[in-house]
């Protein structure tokens, strides 16, 4: 199976709150796919009832090819998931942590000590084993929690908000971190964050989720198509332009609007086919052109343009 | 279903371990049964002897003495009535007592083990492992029986030695333990254990600390005072009889409470209230 999830129509009631609407959603094997919502909009619902240990309302969803709803214990031993909080037990050192979670993931009991040892050695915390986790410090507490989900080797990680009030050094740490296991590793990986340079810097495709209801999916740069056709392109001619080359991109009715902007010329273009015909254009005004790069829509553009109502038309990968 | 027991024995070590670096918790376990187990007898036998010939006490003690059931009279027969005294303080009058020290023990530990674990915000975390909802029932239930259990044993052997010990200059031979004290031991201590467990399970489930829970389970040691009252007011005494009818109903109480307990524990509930 190519997917590692595949959510259909999942839905989550608390009383009369629906917690989750009507969800549709996959996600490829080896996919960092990001969750991103405000906080209450369904993220962590999402990921209890993927992980087997919240039960929908309606709907159904498979994760690894297992149900949730008959086969959420073979679901949770070959997943790994990072809460909110650590959760890690603070009289206890950092060793016994993972040694508990290897006895409760059934990691053989043979290789168990050597496995903690390895992951304590990769993620550099084992100069710290034998102390007191409520010695640790924010950042070293989330590698730590990191580690234990990694313990068992999951295919699928679920990483709710993993940076969360990290300061900025120890969130690149676990950013890091994240990035290298789906580059190295191959793991999928489905992250719930608010945080959208984290997202930006790490998903290969993004959902953005609201009041339980999912309101796009798609990578960024699909979104961003979508959302805004018209393109803004920096063209780089090493100074202003001529007065030859303004007057030639003043007429032209793809062009929308010009501005200098940090040396560079920056026009406003219908869409993406606009950008040829204009560098062709300058071209042949013999002006020189040193560079040419469409601006991409930042991911916190897309965000606040999808929450705003703007709404893509790209579905769910079905 | 087949029950994976080093998943259920990892719970209990990784509890016992965190009990021990819990002040809060480990204290109550070591006051209460040290407290009736050593200082009560030695206040008993002890004490009174420090002030005064023992014969000045006894006639302030014939009513008590005359509210000796007559079976149990023969028991003390032939003994002076500071012996009958020392045998009726330290074998019926504490028997009572002694319930306490399962009771304190399993409802602690269950409190620190239930209500704490999620004050502690550790439980989400364990929710999400492969470990089945009995078996984290289970491994949390043997926290607390297991050290319930060793304790109260051991509290009762620390308690025959003292008694042994500080009545013999009233008693001059080994007295204790008389028979009632072994279905008190091995029978009725065990279910007040489960009684104290399968309470502080379903508060546990209702409150959000472990002294909520703690606090609220101390509800449980009214019955013995109760006991205890019964006995020195002549309603009734603890021979082996009554032991062995009060331990049945213990157990059916405590065993319908665990059941219920079991029942309502159910990770999808546990996670939705997190």
């Not at chain 1, 050695?121 to 034998?130: I, M, T, V």
């Not at chain 2, 060793?150 to 308690?159: E, R």
């Amino acid at each position: 199976m190519r997917e590692a999830i595949i959510i259909e129509g999942l839905t989550r009631c608390f009383g009369q709150t629906t917690a989750i609407d009507r969800l549709d959603l996959r996600v490829g094997r080896g996919e960092v796919f990001g969750l991103l919502g405000p906080n209450g909009a369904g993220k962590t619902t999402t990921v209890r009832l993927l992980a087997g240990v919240l039960r929908a309302s309606a709907g159904r969803a498979q994760v690894l090819g297992l149900d949730v709803a008959t086969q959420a214990r073979e679901i949770r031993s070959q997943v790994g998931v990072l809460t909110e909080t650590p959760n890690l037990y603070e009289s206890l050192t950092a060793r016994d942590n993972l040694l508990l979670y290897g006895d409760l993931y059934g990691v053989p009991k043979d290789v168990l000590p050597q496995r903690v040892q390895d992951v304590l050695d990769e993620f550099g915390l084992s100069h710290r084993a034998e102390d007191l986790v409520g010695s640790y410090s924010k950042g070293m507490r989330q590698r730590l929690a990191i580690t234990r989900a990694l313990l068992h080797e999951p295919a699928l990680l679920f990483l709710d908000e993993p940076t969360v009030g990290l300061d900025p050094a120890a969130a690149r740490l676990v950013t890091d971190t994240i990035q290298e296991l789906s580059r190295k590793d191959g793991r999928t990986v489905f992250l719930c964050t608010h945080n959208l340079d984290e997202a930006q810097r790490l998903c290969d495709r993004i959902g953005v989720i609201d009041q339980g209801r999912l309101l796009a999916v798609g990578a960024p740069r699909e979104l961003a198509r979508q959302l805004w056709q018209r393109v803004w392109v920096e063209i780089d001619l090493h100074g202003e332009p001529s007065a030859e080359v303004d007057q030639m991109v003043a007429r032209m009715p793809t062009v929308l609007s010009r501005r200098m902007e940090g040396g560079r010329l920056l026009l406003e273009v219908a869409d993406e086919e606009a950008i040829p015909e204009v560098v062709n254009a300058i071209s042949g005004t013999r002006g020189r052109i040193y560079g040419v790069r469409a601006r991409e829509h930042s991911l916190e553009e897309i965000y606040f343009e999808i929450q705003g109502g703007g709404r893509p038309t790209i579905g769910g990968r079905l | 279903m087949s029950w994976n027991w080093r998943a259920i024995w990892a719970i209990v070590r990784k509890d016992l371990k965190s009990v021990l670096k819990n002040k809060m918790v480990w204290l109550p376990m070591v006051l209460v049964p040290a407290s009736l187990s050593v200082v009560l007898p030695m206040v008993t036998f002890i004490l009174p002897s420090l002030f005064g010939p023992p014969t000045a006490e006894t006639e302030d003690l014939a009513p008590l003495l005359e509210q000796i059931p007559a079976h149990l009279t023969s028991q003390i027969a032939g003994l002076s009535d500071l012996q009958q005294l020392a045998v009726l303080s330290s074998s019926y009058l504490v028997a009572p007592l002694f319930l306490i020290v399962p009771l304190i023990v399993s409802s602690v530990l269950a409190a620190d083990s239930f209500a704490g674990e999620r004050e502690r915000k550790t439980l989400e975390a364990l929710l999400y492992t492969p470990i089945a909802d009995l078996e984290l029932f289970v491994g949390k239930l043997l926290v607390g029986l297991l050290p319930a259990a060793g304790i109260s044993l051991a509290s009762f052997a620390v308690y025959s030695l003292v008694v042994n010990l500080s009545g013999y200059h009233i008693m001059r031979r080994i007295f204790f333990p008389t028979a009632a004290w072994w279905p008190l031991v091995f029978w009725v201590s065990p279910a007040v254990s489960v009684v104290g467990l399968g309470t502080t399970v379903l508060i546990s489930s209702k409150v959000k600390t472990f002294m909520q829970a703690q606090q609220a389970s101390g509800v449980l040691v009214l019955p013995i005072v109760f006991a205890m009252i019964g006995q020195v007011a002549g309603l009734f005494f603890m021979d082996t009889g009554l032991l062995l009818i009060a331990g049945a109903f213990v157990w059916l109480l405590g065993i319908w409470l665990i059941w219920i307990a079991a029942r309502t524990f159910s990770r999808r509930e546990l996670i939705a209230r997190i």
